[in-house]
Structure formats: structure tokens, C-alpha cells
């Protein structure tokens, strides 16, 4: 790669991203600035550092918030093994390509098989979400300069969406976040073709990212329209792929491995009370998306446009877990309001209107500072806490417990035992195995949820008969007896 960039000319006519210089006997000639070599892979590496240790630490603790990491480290298991993704978590048999089209974390396959662990899986995360920051501050440095564009990656790095996907667990959306930085980071350099090529594989990491791709096209047709109408042809295309991936995904494709040959989640779609429900919340969720991250600023850019489809479906569904700004849901956010931001500050610098320039000057800093002073109350902050980096006597127990179950055994279990046993066992939800008697049942009853548990296996399968076998820091470990084994 070259030290040094040229301002494209399509970002050079709008007078307000590298700024100009007078040529000898012409127009004027855009401004070299140079872009800093290490800045984008030194910030890359520190974010993958503590993406890294906050969800490995949490594994080990058995901190684990859903049952996700299980069902994925399930269907890569199946990938590494080349066999179909069967994630028997979401009932004895399931396709994962009937629930989600997520067919692209067959790419952790490798890794894992050479790795067989969970740890696989968020090392991988943290890594794909670290190397968005790349595309982040190399972006924002053609645009801005160096420091705007550290401060710009920092504000990315440290956002709240960002934190709260590397502390739950794993999930596909990881994929996501890089290409879509890279895609704009190549909208704003004025790559339209490498744009839409980024564009595209987001069909194959879950089944709504069709619509941003074609919001990425979209942007694309925007920013190319007065400089290469061959490239909004081929934006035009690219957006009506996207539009087409998304419909024929979820009429036809998922239907086609469900075992009720339709897309169950049809049912969070709609049935709720419709878009003005709970519209604190979601209010709530977009000023938090706008605000922090970018000072509304962000707005003046149409490269906010790639964040409209997510956005779009997460609060015309039903469901409330979508409303908030909890879980993973954002993440796919925050590189576009990143350099969304460093689009509009670049425009901003040259408007007639003095404050707005000072604004636009002093935002990327703020923004920085706006990451940095909500991070004691997002999970990162739980790396300064000594706590984070030990094991308790507790955890200790429920592994040496866990471990008396067999390789290859059958498990009904609940989210505590789940990730520790899906590397090595046959894993299903709990009530969820049948017509599978499994050969263990392995719950977190420290609450007391379940009752007296051999009565709660008996419910789970009538006939079959359990012994407690452990007992261990409120995890409960029985075991089929002999004669009914399966």
C-alpha cells in the first residue's frame, strides 16, 4: 500500500474532505494526505486484546448469558466434521439453516477442528470485530487526518453496540461488522465496484442483511451518481440482489430445512401492538444509536442509509428484545455511524456557517470522549475489576462435575452446562430432546427453578428413571439409569 492517498475527485468537488490546493494551469489539485501505516493495526490489535479477554474471562467464569455459543459451536462442530449444520439445541435433529441463513460461519470450521472449543468461536468474534476498525480509521483519515480519524476509530472501538456484542457470547452478526465498514470505508474512497463486492456476502451471514446490502448499493447509486453512471447500473443490480436474496431466503430456502417448512420467526414480525408500541424504548434506542456516537452529525451523510434496514426491522417487530439497546443487535451499527461520522464532519468543515465548523472540527474528539466516559458502565469496564481474571472454588466444582460425563454422551442440559459440554456431547435444550432419552440431564438448579430434579426428569420423560449422580456449586448432574439407556 502507498504512504500517501490522493482525495478522490468525487469527494475533491465537494470542497470539504482533503481540502485543495491551486494547480499551475487548472483546476485545483486535491490535497495529499498522508495516511498513518500503523495507527489502523495497533488500534485493531488492542481492540482484539480486550474483545478477546472479556469474553474468554467470562467463559471461564460461566458467565455465559444465552444458549448461542452452544447452537453455534454445535454447527461448526458439524461444519469442521463435514457434516450438515445440526444444532440439536434448537430441537433433536434441527437444521440451523431452517432457523437462520448463517451459512458463512462455516469459514470458523478450520480453526476449530483444529481447535475443538468454544474459545474458538469468541477469539474468532473478537477478531472480525477488531478488524473493523481498519477500514474504520484508514476511511476516516483520508477524510479527516490522523488524529480525527484515531479518535473516530477509538469512539468506534469503545462503542456501546460494539461492547455489548463482544460480551454476549458469539453470534454471526461478527461477519457483518467488517464488511460493512469496508464497503464504505470504499464508498468514501470512491471504489464503487470493491463497495458492492463487500456488499454482497452479507446475504450469506443472516437472512435480513439482504436489505443492507441493498442499502449499501443504494449508497453506492448516491455518492457515484454524478461521476460513473456505470456504477449506479451495476448499484441498481446489486440492490435488487439483495432484495430478492432476502424474499426468496425466507419463502424459500429456510423453509426448505424447517421441519415446518416456514420461518418461525414470521411470529415476532408482527402480532404486536405495531410501531408506535413502546415507542419510549425505541426512541430511547435510536438516541443512543445517534447521539454518543456521532452528535447527531451523522445525519448530514447518506451513507446512514446502511443503517435504515436494521433499524427498520428491529422496531416494527413484536418482539421487545429487539427495542433495546441490550444483547448484539447494534453492532452491525456502529461502523456505519463511524464513518457516517468522518463523512459528515469532512462535509461540514467547508459549510458557511461558523458553528456548524467548529462543530464538525471538534466532534470526532468528543465522540472519543463520549466512548470512553460510558465505558465504566459497559462491559469492558469489568477488566479493570481483579475479580474478572480468576476462577472461583464454585466454577471449579461445577467443572470437576461436568467432566464425569462422557465423550459423545447424550445431555439434556440448561444454559449453564451448555458451552461446556457442546465441544464433546450430544447437547440438547432442556424439554426440548424427545424423542431422544438422553443419558444425562445436567441443570444450573442454584435457584431452585426445577424443583426436586429427579421429579423434574421424570416430566421431561415419563418412564425413564434418573439418579442424581453430583451435586456441585447448585449445578445438578443425574444420570439415566442402566436399563434405560438409549
Not at 460461566?62 to 440439536?88: C, K, N
Not at 432476502?246 to 414480525?269: E, G, Q
Not at 447521539?291 to 436494521?310: D, F, M, V
Request: some cysteine; aromatic content about 10%.
Amino acid at each position: 500500500m502507498s504512504g500517501v492517498l490522493l482525495a478522490l475527485p468525487e469527494t475533491a468537488a465537494r470542497k470539504g474532505t482533503a481540502g485543495e490546493r491551486p494547480g499551475k494551469n487548472g483546476p485545483p489539485r486535491p490535497r495529499i494526505r498522508p495516511r498513518p501505516a500503523a495507527d489502523p493495526y495497533l488500534l485493531a490489535a488492542a481492540l482484539f486484546a480486550a474483545y478477546t479477554a472479556l469474553s474468554v474471562l467470562r467463559y471461564r467464569r460461566m458467565e455465559t448469558l444465552s444458549w448461542d455459543l452452544g447452537i453455534f459451536e454445535q454447527v461448526v462442530r458439524a461444519y469442521a466434521h463435514l457434516q450438515a449444520p445440526v444444532a440439536d439445541l434448537k430441537g433433536s435433529g434441527a437444521n440451523v439453516l431452517g432457523d437462520h441463513f448463517s451459512p458463512v460461519t462455516a469459514l470458523l470450521a478450520p480453526a476449530y477442528r483444529l481447535f475443538p472449543t468454544p474459545v474458538t468461536l469468541l477469539v474468532a468474534q473478537s477478531a472480525l470485530f477488531a478488524l473493523a476498525a481498519i477500514p474504520v480509521v484508514r476511511g476516516s483519515a483520508r477524510l479527516l487526518g490522523r488524529w480525527p480519524a484515531l479518535a473516530i476509530g477509538v469512539a468506534f472501538g469503545l462503542s456501546w453496540g460494539i461492547q455489548r456484542a463482544a460480551d454476549f457470547d458469539f453470534h454471526e452478526i461478527c461477519f457483518a461488522v467488517p464488511l460493512i465498514a469496508f464497503a464504505l470505508e470504499a464508498v468514501l474512497r470512491g471504489r464503487w465496484r470493491a463497495a458492492l463486492l463487500y456488499a454482497l456476502p452479507l446475504v450469506l451471514v443472516k437472512e435480513d442483511l439482504g436489505l443492507t446490502t441493498a442499502a449499501l448499493a443504494a449508497v453506492v447509486a448516491v455518492r457515484a451518481r454524478r461521476t460513473s453512471p456505470l456504477a449506479v447500473r451495476w448499484a441498481v443490480v446489486v440492490a435488487a440482489f439483495g432484495a430478492v436474496a432476502v424474499l426468496v431466503t425466507l419463502t424459500l430456502v429456510i423453509p426448505a430445512f424447517n421441519s415446518a417448512d416456514s420461518y418461525d420467526y414470521w411470529t415476532k414480525m408482527h402480532g404486536g401492538a405495531g410501531p408506535l408500541a413502546a415507542w419510549d424504548v425505541k426512541l430511547n434506542t435510536l438516541l443512543w444509536t445517534l447521539i454518543p456516537t456521532t452528535g447527531l452529525l451523522a445525519l448530514r451523510s447518506p451513507l446512514l442509509l446502511a443503517a435504515l434496514p436494521t433499524l427498520g426491522w428491529r422496531f416494527l417487530a413484536s418482539d421487545d428484545h429487539y427495542w433495546s439497546t441490550d444483547w448484539h443487535y447494534s453492532a452491525v451499527l456502529m461502523p456505519v455511524l463511524a464513518l457516517a461520522l468522518a463523512d459528515a464532519v469532512a462535509t461540514a468543515r467547508t459549510s458557511p456557517r461558523p458553528w456548524l465548523r467548529a462543530y464538525a472540527r471538534n466532534l470526532p474528539a468528543c465522540a472519543a470522549a463520549a466512548a470512553l466516559a460510558l465505558t465504566p458502565s459497559l462491559p469492558l469496564a469489568s477488566l479493570t475489576a481483579s475479580a474478572t481474571y480468576g476462577k472461583s472454588p464454585q466454577v471449579a466444582a461445577v467443572e470437576r462435575l461436568l467432566e464425569r460425563i462422557p465423550d459423545g454422551a447424550t445431555v439434556e442440559a440448561d444454559i449453564g452446562p451448555i458451552a461446556r459440554l457442546t465441544s464433546r456431547c450430544r447437547v440438547f435444550w432442556v424439554g426440548t430432546a424427545r424423542p431422544v432419552v438422553p443419558r444425562y440431564i445436567a441443570i444450573d438448579n442454584s435457584d431452585g427453578w426445577a424443583g426436586d430434579p429427579v421429579r423434574y426428569a421424570t416430566t421431561l420423560h415419563p418412564g425413564a428413571a434418573y439418579t442424581v449422580t453430583g451435586v456441585a456449586g447448585g449445578y445438578v448432574l443425574l444420570k439415566l439409569q442402566p436399563q434405560q439407556v438409549r
